[in-house]
């Protein structure tokens, strides 16, 4: 005899089994299952999960692109699975309500945190790839760099150990600026010089890191430089010269010219000048420099003009330092012309003044 009652529901279905005071009482109000009115698609193996237990598949949740919780809309006729006839539909807690508007979502505190999450997640990803982007970035720059100065650094050995000499574009550089100094020391308003050109040559080589080089400078003359004439060919006009000297300072100091008017004007005889230098003509100066290669580079040392030789010594000034008339260039073919004249004449006034004293009985 079973005494008070029971009732349960079965899981496949509705099936209701309960005990009476009276015995057992079964009644039979079962539906179909969900399997056979909507046969599970074989593709999906969640939806056979859920017909094989006569289970309606739930809404499921998703997150956009953006990190945001987006949950379907309600359908209409949904229950919660196994839910008894005639009991109020329930939708689980856990799943929020959607507004009516598609994809927005009503305010749920359960999913905040999941919406919270899914930005944080992105936001990170972001930092990540803008950390990733820079450090590529500085790792390209710092891969240049090192190149840099991995090309320069075999450039100054390779250069250390190929370049035994001074690099050219170092000894044109000092070369040029000793020419220069040259020009300078030689260079006068007398004696006018134009731009050098320098020239640089290895003269000696004791040891690896020491060199000795010879700078050799030619600059040329700007115009043709004259001087006294004392050749051989001269000196009977030099000698005229010296006479007709003695002879004023007779006259002057007897006062000859008061009694013989003859004797007041002196013929003059002018400078004689020979042509020493042609423009054009080559001053050669050789100066010496020392080089030595100080740790990676090579150095010039300071230059010593006392020791430098030059191939002439110029004599003479340019023709514009000269009296315009007072000179006569020795050499010219009209020159022995005037200078033949110039002398009869002086040789006249000499005669003139050696008579007169002889005449007066005056001792020269």
């Known amino acids: 005899m079973v005494k008070g009652s029971c009732s349960g529901w079965h899981s496949a279905g509705n099936f209701h089994l309960s005990f009476t005071k009276s015995g057992l009482d079964t009644r039979t109000d079962v539906e179909e299952p969900i399997s056979r009115v909507n046969p599970p698609d074989p593709t999906d193996p969640w939806a056979k999960h859920y017909a094989t237990r006569g289970l309606p598949r739930p809404p499921m949740i998703e997150a956009s692109a953006q990190g945001d919780v987006v949950v379907p809309p309600e359908k209409d006729g949904w229950e919660f699975p196994l839910q008894p006839k005639g009991m109020p539909s329930v939708r689980p807690a856990s799943i929020p309500r959607t507004s009516s508007r598609k994809g927005a979502l009503q305010t749920n505190p359960q999913f905040e945190f999941v919406n919270e999450a899914a930005m944080g997640r992105a936001a990170k990803e972001a930092v990540v790839k803008r ?31 190929i370049d035994d000499l001074p690099p050219t574009d170092l000894l044109a550089a000092r070369s040029s600026e000793i020419g220069q100094q ?22 000696d080589r004791e040891s690896a890191r020491w060199a000795a080089y010879e700078v050799v400078v030619t600059v040329r003359l700007s115009a043709d430089l004259y001087a006294q004439a004392d050749s051989n060919g001269a000196q009977p006009y030099l000698q005229m010269q010296q006479s007709l000297a003695d002879a004023r300072i007779k006259v002057l100091k007897h006062g000859l010219f008061l009694e013989v008017p003859a004797l007041r004007e002196t013929p003059e005889l002018p400078q004689l000048l020979v042509l020493t230098h042609r423009a054009g003509e080559k001053l050669i100066v050789k100066v010496p420099l020392a080089a030595a290669r100080s740790r990676w580079r090579w150095q010039t040392g300071v230059v010593d003009f006392e020791r430098r030789r030059v191939n002439r010594r110029l004599t003479g000034e340019v023709l ?29 006034y000499i005669i003139a003044v050696n008579s007169e004293m002889n005449r007066r009985g005056l001792a020269e």
């Not at 820079?134 to 760099?145: D, E, L, N, R, Y």
């Not at 514009?320 to 006249?348: C, H, L, W």
């Open 131 to 161: 950390r990733r982007e820079a450090m590529q970035v500085w790792h390209f720059i710092g891969f240049a760099v090192l190149l840099v100065l991995g090309i320069g650094i075999v450039n100054e050995v390779a250069s250390y150990l």
């Open 182 to 203: 040259v020009r300078r020391l030689y260079n006068l308003p007398a004696q006018p010089l134009g731009f050098p050109t320098a020239k640089t040559i290895l003269f």
């Open 320 to 348: 514009a330092n000269f009296s315009a008339g007072s000179y006569i260039i020795f050499g010219t073919p009209d020159a022995r012309e005037v200078m033949r004249q110039k002398m009869a004449a002086a040789r006249r």
